[in-house]
């Protein structure tokens, strides 16, 4: 035992330095991560702080039947889909479309003007970015109901409109993300061998062309790794944003999985209910996630694993 152990630490003498230096990272991803996955049990279980999680009695899959058969399972859930998938409809292809734009300005100084000004909103934290649009889109005094009324047009309520929550969320989320989620592809742009191009130009290839033949195919992998991860999250929708801009008026079409947990759990005290929510949304997460990395690699040869 003692020789296989001198010879792996042998075999693995250059890496061990950068193994050191991980191992901070993965004990408190363990103690923070996974160790309190234990109290996942809870989910089917009568959970009583009193008793405690191991003495507390068990339900089955009690809460799970109460959630589906509740009145908020399909609210919660064509809700929370609706925002998730138009999110990934918008939200997705234009930050590949932005990093392109980018990568074909040539004026260097103008170049990385785009660059700092679409990248600034991301530094926006969600409360002030909350406070903002409740402030722009308030139909008595908003910056927006101003400027309409100048042209005689008076501005709906928005935020009180279940209809139109999901639009505010998704074109404020994009407004915010889309400069910062494009870095990524332009680093993958700047990673294709300039000979490509050269090849391209002397074929008489036009800057469409260049980019139809040369730069999305490149992109195809980083694209679909981003698009795997992004569809193994379709049904955890950012659950801050969701509640700040959420109000009486709005709820039914604000309320999602992620708030509902937050209600039921935190606010109700239903700790084996919530629990059994949100180990619900996880493991459809898992299920679209396994099945969207499968189509990936059926289809491009590229996945996760």
Known sequence: MKKQFNRILRKNKDTL?????????????LLFAYVPMVGLVIAFKDYSPSLGIMNSPWAGFKYFIQFFQSFQFGTTISNTL????????????????????????RVEKFKKFFQVTTYLPHFISTMVMCGMLILFLSPSSGLIANILKVVGIELPSLLSTPKHFAGIYVWSDVWQHVGWDSIIYLAALSAIDPTYYEAATMDGATRLQKIIHIDLPMLLPTTMILLILRAGSLLSVGFEKVLLLQNSLNQSGSEIISTYVYKVGMVNFQYSYSTAIGLFNTVVNIIILLFVN?????ITKTGLF
């Open 17 to 29: 330095a950068l193994y050191t230096l991980l191992l901070p990272s993965i004990v408190l991803l």
């Open 82 to 105: 609706k925002i998730s998938i138009y999110s990934i409809l918008i939200g997705f292809p234009l930050p590949i479309i932005l990093a392109i734009i980018c990568n074909q300005i």
């Open 294 to 298: 499968w189509l990936s690699r059926r």
